[in-house]
């Protein structure tokens, strides 16, 4: 099983195949850092991207940018809940503005 430095499950739990370095996050709500599994199953932490994060919530654009750039793939469901994360936390729009 793949875990964070904090022992928490990270979300990608099945690498098989993969080659390259996938970026992920752990299965919790609030996220310090990410994480990156090495086709070795090796775990590391990385910082969140300079150009785009508020508090504990990466901002899910620059992942992708961070990703593409180092030659990393982002895994969907992690992606999907930083999206959820981001969209909840940052760019809440209240139902006021759907009337």
């Not at 739990?13 to 080659?19: A, E, L, N, S």
Request: proline share 6%.
């Amino acid at each position: 099983m793949y875990v964070s430095d904090r022992g928490t499950p990270l979300v990608c739990q099945d690498t098989r195949g993969c080659k390259t370095p996938i970026l992920t996050v752990e299965n919790y709500i609030k996220w310090h850092c990410l994480y990156l599994i090495r086709s070795r199953g090796e775990v590391e932490a990385v910082d969140f991207p300079d150009d785009g994060y508020c508090d504990h919530v990466p901002y899910p654009a620059a992942v992708e940018r961070m990703a593409a750039k180092n030659g990393w793939v982002v895994d969907e469901q992690s992606l999907e809940m930083m999206i959820g994360r981001y969209m909840l936390e940052v760019k809440q729009v209240p139902l006021e503005a759907f009337e």
